[in-house]
C-alpha cells in the first residue's frame, strides 16, 4: 500500500466532506417549508430553493471529486469509503424528506432505497469475487432522471413556466422502473460472469 493510499486531507475528501456537511441542510429546509418557526416565516418562500440548490451543488461535488481524484490520481482507502456513502446518504436524506412532504409516493421511495442497498451488497460480492461488471446505460439513465427530479420535487414550484412537481413526479416514477430493471440487468450480468469464472477455474485444475 503506497503512503498516500491513507491519506485524508486532501481535495477530493474535503469535496465529500463538503457534500456530507450539506445534508442536514437540505433537510432542514425541506423540514421547515411545512413546519416554518417565527423566526423563519419572512423567508419560508425561499426554503424550497435553498434546499434545490444546496441539493444540486452537492450533487456536482459528488462529479468533481471523482474527476479530480482520477485526474490527479488520488485513490485513497478513506475517499474510496466516504464517497458512496456521502453519496447515498444524499439522496436517501432527500428522498426520505420529500416522502414525508408527501412530494413522493413511499413506495418509490422504498423501491429506491432497497435498490440502493441491493446494488451496494452485490457491488460488494463483485469486489470479493474479483469479477468486474460494468454499470450499464440504464442505470446511468436511472442516476440522471433521478438527481433531475428531486430538485424539481425540492423546489415544487413553478420555473420558467414549467411546472416542476409535475415533471419530477413523472421523472421520480421514471426513476424508479429504472432502477428495478438496471439492478435486474446487473444481476444477469453478474451472474454470467460468475458462472464464467467458476468454468474457468475447473478448466484450469483439470488441465
Not at 427530479?149 to 425540492?154: D, E, N, Q, S
Request: hydrophobic letters at 50%.
Amino acid at each position: 500500500m503506497e503512503k498516500n493510499d491513507l491519506e485524508i486531507d486532501n481535495l477530493p475528501n474535503r469535496l465529500t466532506f463538503f457534500r456530507m456537511l450539506m445534508i442536514p441542510i437540505v433537510v432542514l429546509a425541506l423540514h421547515f417549508t411545512e413546519n416554518t418557526p417565527p423566526w423563519l416565516i419572512d423567508y419560508h418562500d425561499y426554503l424550497g430553493h435553498i434546499a434545490c440548490w444546496i441539493f444540486v451543488a452537492a450533487s456536482i461535488t459528488d462529479f468533481l471529486d471523482g474527476y479530480i481524484a482520477r485526474k490527479r490520481n488520488i485513490v485513497t482507502v478513506f475517499g474510496s469509503f466516504l464517497d458512496p456513502i456521502a453519496d447515498k446518504f444524499l439522496v436517501v436524506s432527500g428522498l426520505i424528506m420529500l416522502s414525508v412532504l408527501n412530494r413522493v409516493h413511499p413506495v418509490v421511495v422504498i423501491i429506491l432505497v432497497l435498490r440502493e442497498m441491493y446494488m451496494t451488497s452485490l457491488r460488494l460480492l463483485a469486489l470479493t469475487e474479483d469479477v468486474d461488471v460494468p454499470v450499464s446505460w440504464m442505470g446511468k439513465w436511472k442516476t440522471a432522471t433521478q438527481m433531475i427530479a428531486m430538485p424539481m420535487l425540492m423546489l415544487h414550484d413553478e420555473l420558467f413556466g414549467i411546472d416542476l412537481p409535475f415533471v419530477g413526479t413523472i421523472l421520480i416514477y421514471l426513476s424508479a422502473l429504472l432502477s428495478m430493471w438496471s439492478a435486474l440487468m446487473y444481476s444477469v450480468s453478474m451472474i454470467k460472469k460468475l458462472q464464467e469464472k467458476r468454468a474457468e477455474k475447473k478448466r484450469l485444475k483439470k488441465s
